[in-house]
């Protein structure tokens, strides 16, 4: 039987003689929800694109549900893209920019009445059908380029950055009204966004690229918790992971900021004296007692947010750091204080990055 989804086969891309994808293979399943994280540059865009058609690729496959898409155009491949500009056509009105494709694909009138009245409801825009896009806020237009993709029935939703345009506020609604759409439909959904938050809300899987490359993909919950190298720790999570200098010394010990720290469990795999990089979430760090157990710190500012504050710390080697405090009374900056953490939530990186543990 042929699988059915999206599957990218050894994806590679060069724009001349600049090769910006260097061979990605990704199985993205049936009605799952897919997002495609990464700095600005990394490629995220380019492979939505391909995807969708509108950008050739230089080699490899790509297959949606059992199909092979690679040199068909755009309108054969059971897509829809909703692009971060909205694309609506100016001089039509709602209704006419949402029955425009079915009309061009000789969609049949009654038929094409069903499914815009249809994807209005669900888009909550019925009142507006009347309206052009100039005559609609942000957040409005963003609904009406994804019922516009809506109409089309399509296999496979691509979004490209679609809420970069709107205000914080509106990200947020707009993200939980594309998490509902993605629930009622069920239809598969591949999402560009350099929004980590957004990534993490809305996939069941994150793809994280960089250069070209995919360095980690898994639940938001496995990236988090379990980053593959220090680039994913330090991309995903706000405030992010963080990533210190230390040294593994032997017997579970590592050394910090020239304190010892006891950690056990530890992969048999470096050598006393190695350099490695000791990863610590911020949400990971209790404030003790500056006792010999703990990691002496001094608190250069304190962010106070309500339930929790953000403490921003210096360690004794003038590495930064930063600890997450929710009990008691708030903290004042200049502080020394202790940090202790549990010997599970240490992450371990060797000298090239990669986890060990
Ligand atoms: N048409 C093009 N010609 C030449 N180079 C291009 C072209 N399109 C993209 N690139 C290059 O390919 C790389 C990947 O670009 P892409 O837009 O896919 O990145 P991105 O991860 O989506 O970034 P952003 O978040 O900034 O949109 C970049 O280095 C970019 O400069």
Known sequence: MAETGVILKDIRKSFGNVDV???????????????????????????????????????????????????????????????????????????ENLAFGLKM?????????????????????????????????????????????????????LFDEPLSNLDAELRVSMRVEIARLHREL?????????DQTEAMTLADNIVVLRNGRIEQQGSPREVYENPANTFVAGFIGSPRM????????????????????????????????????????????????????????KVDFAEYLGGTQYLYCQLDDGQPLVAEYRAGAPIEAGRRIGLSCAAADHRIFEASGARIR
């Open 21 to 95: 994808i260097h061979g990605v293979n990704l199985a993205i399943k049936e009605g799952s929800f897919v997002v495609f994280v990464g700095p600005s540059g990394c490629g995220k865009s380019t492979l939505l694109r391909m995807i969708a058609g509108l950008e050739e690729v230089s080699d490899g496959e790509i297959e949606i549900n059992g199909r092979d898409v690679t040199d068909l155009d755009p309108s054969e491949r059971g897509i829809a893209m909703v692009f971060q500009s909205y694309a609506l056509y100016p001089h039509m009105s709602v209704r």
């Open 105 to 157: 694909a000789r969609t049949g009138r009654e038929e094409i009445e069903a499914r815009v009245n249809s994807a209005a409801s669900i888009l909550k825009i019925d009142h507006l059908l009347d309206r052009r896009p100039g005559q609609l806020s942000g957040g409005q237009r963003q609904r009406v380029a994804i019922g516009r993709a809506i109409v089309r029935k399509p296999d496979v939703f």
């Open 186 to 194: 069920g239809n598969t959904m591949i999402y560009v966004t350099h």
């Open 242 to 297: 963080n990533l210190l200098d230390a040294k593994w010394i032997g017997n579970d010990h590592i050394e910090l900021a020239g304190g010892k720290i006891a950690s056990p469990l530890m992969a048999q795999r470096l050598q006393d004296g190695e350099k490695i990089t000791f990863g610590i979430r911020p949400e990971n760090l209790a404030v003790v007692e500056n006792s010999g157990e703990a990691i002496p710190a």
